[in-house]
């Protein structure tokens, strides 16, 4: 059975801090896939990335980066100079290469940002 | 097309009664699932479908619940004889079938029974 821990149920930072949300995961699969998710308060999911469990490249984009760990089954997101507007609820998860491909979630981690 | 949309956003009902929730995908994607998610925990996967047909349910879903999608187009999401447990967002996804790719979530159905 697949499972994804995010331990950090809230964080609050100060407007232009960095801030690392933790994710680890498990799974039996060799082929998996790994999502970040923000869901502000309109509820909608907002896709953010996908790697894939052959990819253990870090990949940055703007502000946001991604620490993908195979060896420590960990996929960690950081936000870089943090903003208001970053303020949300973030799910890491994970899914299988076939089949349902439906996604498991953690629980999330809330960030507020205040200014 | 601009997304994924679900009607209504909001719900609430009287302990007892029957709600539809509906969800209209990304056009050209053929893939539509249902998640729950409840407050303060991640959305818990209820179903899905490959174009028309529903190819799996999750045991989450019981026999109160059920859903449909005609065409291969939008989908509905019924839920009978409703109980207080049932209050939570109803989530609703769509990706393509073929390869990796990432689900396209709408904004939600929050559903309130009373």
């Known amino acids: 059975a697949q499972k994804v821990t995010q331990a950090q149920t809230e964080i609050s930072v100060v407007e232009k801090e960095d801030v690392t949300l933790d994710c680890v995961y498990e799974?039996?699969?060799?082929?998996?896939?790994l999502f970040w998710y923000k869901q502000p308060p309109s509820g909608e999911l907002v896709f953010l990335i996908r790697?894939?469990?052959?990819?253990?490249q870090n990949e940055i984009s703007g502000r946001y980066s991604w620490n993908f760990q195979k060896s420590t089954s960990s996929f960690n997101f950081t936000i870089t100079a943090s903003q208001v507007v970053d303020s949300a609820v973030y799910f890491c998860a994970l899914s299988e290469d076939t089949g349902r491909r439906a996604l498991t979630f953690g629980s999330g981690t809330r960030l507020q940002v205040q200014p | 097309d601009t997304g994924v949309s679900q009607d209504p956003r909001h719900k609430i009902t009287k302990r007892g009664q029957n709600v539809t929730f509906r969800c209209d995908p990304i056009s050209e994607h053929n893939r539509l699932y249902w998640y729950r998610q409840t407050l303060g925990q991640g959305p818990e996967f209820l179903t899905y479908f490959q174009n028309e047909a529903q190819l799996e349910k999750s045991r989450l879903l019981s026999n109160r619940f059920s859903a449909e999608r005609p065409k291969g187009s939008f989908s509905t999401l019924e839920i009978q004889r409703t109980e207080q447990g049932d209050s939570a967002m109803y989530l609703c996804?769509?990706?393509?079938?073929?390869?990796?790719?990432?689900?396209?979530f709408g904004q939600g159905t929050r559903l309130t029974v009373v």
């Open positions: 799974t039996r699969d060799t082929t998996y896939y």
């Open positions: 790697r894939n469990s052959f990819d253990e």
């Open positions: 996804a769509s990706s393509f079938s073929g390869g990796p790719t990432e689900a396209f």
